[in-house]
Nanobody, 117 residues
């Protein structure tokens, strides 16, 4: 069982920045990419960004150019640098990972990001 713990959320003014971290209790090496998702009240959870073991990334259109996902495999940690934050970025942000063979997925408990306009 892999545990994922997110941190770094908080309250920030529009235009500001935050850096989220997702620390895993075990190796995050997997055939599936690790990802950051978010869920705003009344909305479905959506993919924000994902990153493969090799460092290939994918972003939602709404955050492209503003957010950057990265990973440190030695520390079993994935990061999400969020710049130029907007009020519509307000949500609970979740980290998602998989076991080595991508058969089991794991979710963190989430971290709240609130952007005031």
């Amino acid at each position: 069982q892999v545990q994922l713990v997110e941190s770094g959320g908080g309250l920030v003014q529009a235009g500001g920045s935050l850096r989220l971290s997702c620390a895993a209790s075990a190796s995050i090496f997997s055939i599936n990419p690790m990802g950051w998702y978010r869920q705003a009240p009344g909305n479905q959870r959506e993919l924000v960004a994902q990153i493969t073991n090799g460092g290939s990334t994918k972003y939602a259109g709404s955050v492209k150019g503003r957010f950057t996902i990265s990973r440190d495999n030695a520390k079993n940690t994935v990061y999400l640098q969020m710049n130029s934050l907007k009020s519509e970025d307000t949500a609970v942000y979740y980290c998602k990972g998989y076991d080595t063979w991508g058969r089991i997925d794991y979710w963190g408990q989430g971290t709240q990001v609130t952007v005031s306009s």
